[in-house]
């Protein structure tokens, strides 16, 4: 006999019974035990097959306490919650999880996340899209709402974050606020840990530190003079993006960088004294990050920025000093200050000054700081 579906056996059984078959010759006919005959007259539709009983798992121990940080999250920062990834490394560092993979924390969490997040009438949370460009061509600047226990007080700043939009590598600063101080000394701070400048466009916010007026819905800007004369002097080429959520997709890279920093790095809370202690932790955070491999890409951080990082234009102008009577030293020596690249003039140069000095010293005189 073919092989059929539940539904048409038993309207098969039914209609056979209609003709005057008893149940024991429909359960003989059609291979089956009389109480599936039975079930078959008395519903056309067959019955649900009951759920089999929960099977012990390891992870039962530890899904009161994946419950309760998946509800904690519902009241911390909207962007410092728990991902699935800083759960696992908690439940093995903090609660001694043994012999429980990846795979099965994550399942738990995609089931119970939603629910909790629908007990509580939360909404859906947006995504972001990776972007690709030229290696040391581009990058991308943008504040974020951090919360920081400083002190015992638990106070929000700011957190400016440029990330080169090829291999993905990011610099952070903490600040006490989002100020035009903050903005353009993350910019020399960032400047001077890469090494160099991006030859193409940075994107940015229509944020107030570099922006005095948006004209219209073009791309056209009146911006700050301060902001002018910082990005004339380094030589930044600015891309301003749409007002509101169109431009957030426009620089994306840099949305996601923060949210995955303030995730991976910023939780829980971090508990400190001072915004410098932090911003040492951050600098350890930004070089560890180097071994990161962001999404199916198959070099890490740090492998993509070693390529990106001679095209940047501090590097590709900065010189080592030449060793006392070589050859190069008497080159360098006699060359007049007029034969020094325009690069060199305008940032005040020496064969035997670094980019980021040269960054200080200009940030220093441009400031008064």
Known sequence: MAAMSKVDLFAAIRRDSRAGMSVRALARQYRVS???VRSALQSAWPQPRKPLPPRPSKLDEFKPIIDGILRAD??????????????????????????VSYAVVRAYVADRKPKIRAEAGRGPVDVFFPQTHRPGAEAEV???EVAVNL????????LVALRLSFSGKAVHRIFISGGQEAFLEGHVHAFTTLGGVPTGKIRYDNLRAAVAQVLGFARQRVETARWTAFRSHFGIDAFYC???????HEKGGVEGQIGWFRRNHLVPVPEVDSLDQLNVMVDAWDTADDARRISTRAHTVGELFAIERPLLVGCRRSRSR????????????????????????????????????????????????
Request: net charge positive.
């Open 322 to 369: 030449p060793a006392p009577g070589s050859a190069r030293a008497s080159t360098a020596t006699a060359r007049s200050p007029s034969a020094r690249t325009g690069t060199q003039r305008r940032c005040g140069w020496s064969a035997d000054r670094s980019a980021s000095t040269c960054m200080l010293r200009t940030w220093s005189s441009m400031t008064g700081v």
């Open 142 to 144: 943008d504040f974020g």
């Open 34 to 36: 009389r109480r599936t």
């Open 242 to 248: 749409q007002p509101g959520l169109q431009g957030a």
């Open 151 to 158: 002190r015992g007080e638990l106070v929000t700043c700011m």
């Open 74 to 99: 519902l009241d911390a920062p909207r962007k410092q919650r728990h991902t699935v990834k800083r759960i696992y490394d908690r439940l093995i560092a903090e609660h001694g999880m043994l012999d």
